[in-house]
C-alpha cells in the first residue's frame, strides 16, 4: 500500500512543504562496552564488520600466496602436500566471496552508508542489526577453528559439491566440512538480520524530501544487494544443512549409491545435481550482491571526482533493479558440463547475455559522466576509473563463457579462473580500496597521504593485470584450474611454468605493496593532516552531519531536508560547482545573487 | 503516488525546484516494523519453496518409497488453526483496547501452539518406532527436516510470543503490545500457510 498523493503539484508551486517524519527514539549508550562493543550505532557496527572482515581476508590473501608459491616452483615447498593446496584454495575462494566481500559491502559499507546518506539517525531494528554482526563474527570463528581440528579444514573446492565433499580422500571430510557448513548457516542468520536493516531503512526511514529517485547510487546499489541476498542465502541455507545431515546422520539428500575404497557406503539416490542447482541458485545473485554495491559505490566516487552529475541516473537506477532481477535466472550457466539438457543450456545461455544489456548501459553511463567532465585524479577516482576497465575486461570473457559452445573447453581452466578474478575479485576490490579512500575523511576527520595512495593504487592495478591476463593465456593453452601440478603434459609448452613462476613473483609483490595501504590508513588516522569539511566538496548528505566525524544520531538537533538529488554539480549560474542536498534553494548563492535563481522562480524557505 | 510513479521520477529536472510534500521519507503507509516482517516472510517463504522443489526433484528417484500418514498430524493441523485463530481473536482484542481478552487469547494461543509441537514431537516418535528413520528413507528426511524447521520457525515465535504475553501478565497497557500481538497473529498466519502446503505435499506424495 503505497502513500495516496495529490497527482500533480501545480506548476506555480515552487516549494510545499514536506510531510513530516516523525523522530525515532534512538538507543543511547549508557557505558563503554554498550558504546564500543556491544553497540547499537551502525556506524560502530559498521566498523566492526570491515576489521572483521578486512583481518579474515588477509589470512585469505596469505592462502593465495601459498597457492601461488606452490603453482610457481612445483616441489620447492616440503610444507605444502596436495591436501593442502586444496584446503587452501578452498578457504581463500570462500573466505574472499563471503566473508570479505559480502560483509564488508553491506555489512560495513551499507551500515554506514545507509543512514548518514537517506538522512536517518541510525537503522530502524538497532539491536538486531547489532545480534547481526555478534553472529557474523561467530561465524568467522567457526570458521577459523575449523584449521585447528582433526584433518584441517575442508578441501572440497568452494563450491562444496558433494558427494566428493563429504567421502574420506577430500580434505578435512571428518570435521572441516561440517564446520564450514556451520559456519555458512551462521553467516546466513546473521545477514538475514542486517538484511532486513538494511531495506527496511531505506524503504521507510528516509529523511523529509529523500525520494526514491534522490538517493545516491551508493544505496542503491546496497540496496538491490541486499535484497537479492536475502533471496539467494535461503538457498545456500537449504544446501548446508541438507550436506550437514547427509554428512553426520546418514541421510542421502545428495548422496547417490556409491563405492568409496572398496566398500559399498550406505548412501543412495541422492542427486549431486540438486546441491550444485541450490548451491548457484544462491552463487549466481552473488556475484551481483558484490557487482551491485560496488556499481553503486563507483556512480558516486566517479560523479564526484569528475564535478558532473551522473549520466542517465534513471537508467543506472532501472539498471540495476534489472541486474537484480536477471541474476536469478542464469545460474544454471555455471553447470555446462553437468550433463544438462542442452535446450536448458540454450536457456541459460540466451539469459546470461541478455544481462550484458543493463551493465552495457551501466558502463557506457560512467563513460559519459566522464565526457567532457572536469577529472580530479585523485585516489579514489584513479581507483574508480581502474574499475570500469576491469569490469569490462572481466565482462567480456564473461560474455565468451556464457556461450556453451566456448565454455566447454574453457571450463575447469585457468581461463575461468582469470574471468572471475577480474570480474568479481580485482574490480570490486578496487571499488573497495577507492572506497575507503574517499569515505576515510569522513570516518577518521583526518586525510590520508596522498603519495602513498597514488603508489599504492599503480602497484595495485598494474600488478593485479600482470598477475590476471597471464592467467588468461594459460587457459587457452588448458592449463587446468585446482591442478596441484602439472607433472607430466605433453599439450602444454615449457614456457607455461615459466609465466607461471613470474605471476608468483608479482602476486607476492603485490600482496606486500597492500602494506603500504595498511601503514597509510593507520598512521593517517593518527598522524595525516586534519581533513576539512567536506573535503571533495560532494553533495550527498553523510558529508553535510554538523560534526566529522558524524556523531551519535548523526544529524544533531534536526533531520536535514533534502531539496535535490545527490548530483548537483556545475549548475549554471551557480556561484559553487556543487550544492549539497540540503541547502534550501533560497541559499544558493548564484553568479547574479540570491534573486537570480535558474528559471527566475521566486523562491521561498521552506520551513 | 505508488511505486512505480515514484521510480519514474526525473529528480535532475526538479532541481532547485520543489520539496514536494508527498516525500515523506516512506515507501510504505505501513509501521516499520510490519515492513520488516513482510520483508522476513518473503525470505522464509523462498527457503520453504527451495525445500518443497527440493523435495519434488528427490521424488523421482527410484528409491523413494512413501511416508505412512498419521492421523495425529490432522489433530496437530487442527491446533495449529486453533492457534491462529485465537491470535486473530488476541489481535482484534488487542484493537478494540480488551485488555482481559488478549490475555485468555494469548494464553489459549500459545497453549494450542505448545500442543501442535509436542503433537509433531509425538508423530516423530511414531515414525521412528515405525523404523523410518532419517538415513533409511529419503522421504522421512524430509520429513524431519522440514517439519524440524517449521518447528524451529514456531519456537521462534514463541520466544516474541512469551515476552509479549510476560508484558500482558505485568499489566502494560494494551496499546503498547497491539504491535506485537498483530505482528505475532500475521507470523503465525504465515507458519499455519506453510505447513497447510507441507502437509499437503506429505498427503498427495
Known amino acids: 500500500m503505497a502513500i495516496s498523493t495529490p497527482a500533480e503539484v501545480p506548476a506555480e508551486v515552487e516549494i510545499v512543504p514536506a510531510a513530516e517524519v516523525p523522530e525515532v527514539e534512538l538507543y543511547h549508550a549508557k557505558s563503554w562496552v554498550t558504546k564500543y562493543v556491544f553497540s547499537q550505532d551502525a556506524k560502530v557496527i559498521a566498523i566492526q564488520y570491515s576489521f572483521t572482515a578486512i583481518a579474515i581476508g588477509l589470512v585469505a590473501l596469505v592462502l593465495s600466496w601459498l597457492m601461488r608459491l606452490q603453482l610457481g616452483f612445483p616441489d620447492s615447498f616440503s610444507f605444502i602436500e596436495p591436501g593442502d593446496y586444496y584446503q587452501f584454495i578452498t578457504m581463500h575462494g570462500m573466505i574472499m566471496v563471503i566473508y570479505l566481500l559480502t560483509a564488508l559491502f553491506l555489512g ?9 546518506m537517506v538522512g536517518a539517525r541510525d537503522m530502524v531494528f538497532p539491536y538486531v542489526n547489532m545480534v547481526s554482526y555478534w553472529v557474523y563474527l561467530l561465524a568467522v570463528l567457526v570458521l577459523v577453528a575449523s584449521w585447528f581440528v582433526p584433518g584441517g579444514p575442508t578441501g572440497a573446492g568452494w563450491t562444496l559439491y558433494p558427494p566428493q565433499a563429504i567421502l574420506s580422500g577430500t580434505p578435512g571430510a571428518e570435521w572441516g566440512i561440517v564446520l564450514m557448513l556451520v559456519s555458512l548457516a551462521l553467516f546466513i542468520v546473521g545477514f538475514t538480520m542486517g538484511g532486513l536493516n538494511y531495506v527496511v531503512t531505506v524503504l521507510q526511514a528516509r529523511t523529509r524530501g529523500m525520494s526514491l529517485m534522490r538517493m545516491p547510487l551508493t544505496v542503491w546499489g546496497i540496496f538491490v544487494a541486499t535484497i537479492l541476498a536475502l533471496l539467494a542465502f535461503p538457498a545456500l541455507f537449504v544446501g548446508a544443512v541438507m550436506m550437514t545431515l547427509d554428512r553426520l546422520l546418514g541421510t542421502s539428500f545428495f548422496m547417490p549409491a556409491i563405492v568409496a575404497l572398496g566398500e559399498h557406503l550406505e548412501y543412495g539416490g541422492g542427486s549431486p545435481l540438486l546441491f550444485q542447482h541450490l548451491f548457484w541458485f544462491f552463487g549466481h545473485p552473488e556475484v551481483y550482491i558484490v557487482a551491485l554495491p560496488a556499481f553503486g559505490i563507483v556512480s558516486d566516487l566517479l560523479s564526484v571526482h569528475a564535478r558532473r552529475h551522473i549520466f542517465g541516473y534513471r537508467m543506472m537506477v532501472w539498471a540495476i533493479v534489472a541486474i537484480g532481477g536477471l541474476s536469478f535466472v542464469v545460474w544454471a550457466h555455471h553447470m555446462y558440463v553437468s550433463g544438462m539438457n542442452p535446450w536448458f543450456g540454450f536457456f541459460f545461455a540466451t539469459t546470461t547475455l541478455i544481462i550484458a544489456v543493463p551493465t552495457a548501459i551501466k558502463v557506457y553511463n560512467w563513460t559519459l559522466t566522464l565526457w567532457k567532465a572536469n577529472i580530479q585524479f585523485t585516489v579514489p577516482m584513479l581507483f574508480a576509473i581502474a574499475f570500469i576497465v576491469t569490469f569490462l575486461n572481466g565482462g567480456i570473457t564473461g560474455l565468451f563463457l556464457g556461450n556453451v559452445v566456448v565454455d566447454v573447453p574453457l571450463s575447469d581452466t585457468m581461463f575461468v579462473v582469470a574471468h572471475f578474478h577480474m570480474v568479481m575479485g580485482v574490480a570490486p576490490i578496487l571499488v573497495i580500496f577507492g572506497a575507503i579512500y574517499h569515505w576515510y575523511p569522513l570516518i577518521t576527520g583526518r586525510m590520508f597521504n596522498e603519495a602513498l595512495g597514488q603508489f599504492h593504487f599503480w602497484v595495485t592495478f598494474v600488478g593485479a593485470y600482470t598477475i590476471f591476463l597471464p592467467l588468461h593465456y594459460l587457459g587457452f593453452l588448458g592449463v587446468p584450474r585446482r591442478y596441484f601440478e602439472m607433472g607430466e603434459t605433453s599439450f602444454i609448452p615449457e614456457s607455461a611454468q615459466t ?23 593507520a598512521w593517517s588516522a593518527f598522524k595525516g593532516k586534519k581533513a576539512e569539511r567536506n573535503p ?3 553533495c550527498s548528505l553523510e558529508w553535510q552531519t554538523p560534526e566529522m566525524p558524524p556523531g551519535h544520531g548523526n544529524f544533531g538537533e534536526t533531520l536535514p531536508l533534502v531539496y535535490r538529488w545527490p548530483y548537483e554539480f556545475g549548475a549554471p549560474d551557480v556561484e559553487e560547482d556543487f550544492v549539497p542536498q540540503n541547502v534550501p534553494p533560497d541559499q544558493v548563492i548564484t553568479k547574479k545573487g540570491p534573486e537570480g535563481l535558474p528559471g527566475g522562480a521566486a523562491v521561498q524557505p521552506a520551513e | 503516488m505508488n511505486l512505480f510513479q515514484q521510480l519514474t521520477e526525473k529528480p535532475w529536472v526538479t532541481a532547485h525546484g520543489t520539496v514536494v510534500a508527498f516525500h515523506a521519507g516512506r515507501a510504505f503507509a505501513l509501521p516499520t516494523a510490519k515492513i520488516g516482517l513482510r520483508v522476513f516472510l518473503a525470505v522464509i517463504t523462498v527457503l520453504f519453496s527451495l525445500l518443497v522443489v527440493a523435495y519434488a526433484e528427490r521424488m523421482a528417484a527410484a528409491d523413494w518409497r512413501p511416508l505412512p500418514e498419521p492421523w495425529l498430524l490432522w489433530l496437530n493441523t487442527a491446533m495449529l488453526i ?3 485463530v485465537a491470535f486473530q481473536w488476541a489481535s482484534v482484542s488487542a484493537r478494540r483496547g480488551h485488555g482481559d481478552g488478549v490475555r ?8 494450542f501452539a505448545f500442543a501442535f509441537l509436542v503433537g509433531q514431537l509425538v508423530v516423530w516418535q ?14 522421512a528426511a524430509f520429513f524431519y527436516l522440514i517439519t524440524a524447521l517449521h518447528a ?9 510470543w512469551g515476552r509479549t504475553t510476560a508484558k500482558v501478565w ?33 498427503l498427495f506424495t
Not at chain 1, 607461471?500 to 597509510?520: K, P, S, Y
Not at chain 2, 485468555?104 to 497453549?111: C, I, K, R
Not at chain 2, 511414531?126 to 522421504?139: I, V
Request: net charge negative.
Open chain 1, 536 to 538: 571533495w566538496k560532494a
Open chain 1, 499 to 521: 609465466l607461471n613462476e613470474f605471476v608468483t613473483v608479482v602476486a607476492l609483490i603485490v600482496g606486500f605493496a597492500q602494506l603500504v595501504f595498511f601503514f597509510n590508513m
Open chain 2, 152 to 160: 524451529l520457525h514456531l519456537l521462534g515465535g514463541l520466544v516474541v
Open chain 1, 108 to 116: 560495513g559499507f551499507g551500515n554506514y552508508l545507509i543512514p548518514l
Open chain 2, 82 to 84: 486453533l492457534s491462529s
Open chain 2, 170 to 202: 505485568r499489566g502494560v497497557e494494551v496499546e503498547q503490545v497491539r504491535m506485537s500481538v498483530e505482528l505475532c497473529a500475521v507470523y503465525w498466519h504465515f507458519l499455519l500457510v506453510v505447513w497447510l502446503v507441507l502437509f499437503g505435499l506429505l
Open chain 2, 104 to 111: 485468555v487469547d494469548l494464553l489459549a494461543a500459545g497453549g
Open chain 2, 126 to 139: 511414531q515414525l521412528a518406532a515405525l523404523g523410518y528413520f532419517a538415513a533409511t528413507n529419503p522421504a
